[in-house]
């Protein structure tokens, strides 16, 4: 018989929160995903699809929208990222899929991708070290790609200066979390 464990992408079994002169970074691996993009022709289909099942609206690029504890942000042309609570969508990517049917693919990235939060007055003095991306002058719901120590990430403005999420591949999580530990004690 099998006694497996679920671990975080950091390899514990409970999230990692770390505080640093009143900067919060969490590990956040209770989140589903899924990632969905509309197929040829069939785009008003799939936003009418999408909003059925989520209850809302495609963000247009750069930028992210949550309702009802779901957040969809743009990822690429015709392509999304939805993110719930795991708890209460376990089933996200076959919830999502059942609803847009033929006017596009849905795809589970359960594990596929690691979060970490940064909460706190002193965030973008932290970003700013790690990303050429304008941290300070995103607002809320901005959403970005952007590299942080050689990895493709992602950079959502959650509270303007003061709560962001990035993600990585799961992969890179220990390098990114590192990365994230090395800027705040530098910048704080």
């Not at 609803?99 to 973008?124: H, M, P, Y």
């Not at 952007?146 to 990430?153: D, K, P, Y």
């Not at 950079?155 to 890179?172: E, Q």
Request: aromatic share 4%; with cysteine.
């Amino acid at each position: 018989m099998h006694n497996l464990a679920p671990l975080t992408a950091l390899g514990a079994t409970e999230a990692r929160i770390d505080v640093i002169h009143g900067l919060t970074i969490r590990e956040m691996p209770d989140i589903a995903l899924a990632s969905i993009s509309t197929r040829l022709g069939k785009q008003a289909g799939f936003k009418r699809a999408v909003k059925a099942a989520t209850g809302i609206d495609l963000p247009a690029p750069g930028t992210s929208a949550s309702a009802s504890g779901m957040t969809i942000f743009w990822m690429a042309p015709d392509q999304w990222m939805v993110e719930a609570s795991h708890d209460r969508h376990e089933n996200l990517a076959a919830t999502l899929a059942t609803a847009i049917k033929a006017n596009g693919s849905v795809t589970e990235q359960n594990d596929g991708w690691a979060r970490f939060d940064l909460e706190g007055d002193q965030c973008c003095a932290v970003l700013e070290r790690l990303s050429a991306t304008d941290s300070a002058g995103m607002t809320k719901g901005a959403a970005t790609r952007t590299a942080i120590e050689h990895l493709g990430c992602f950079l959502l403005c959650r509270k303007a200066a003061k709560h962001y999420s990035v993600l990585c591949p799961r992969s890179g999580a220990a390098s990114l979390h590192h990365a994230i530990i090395s800027a705040a004690r530098s910048a704080l």
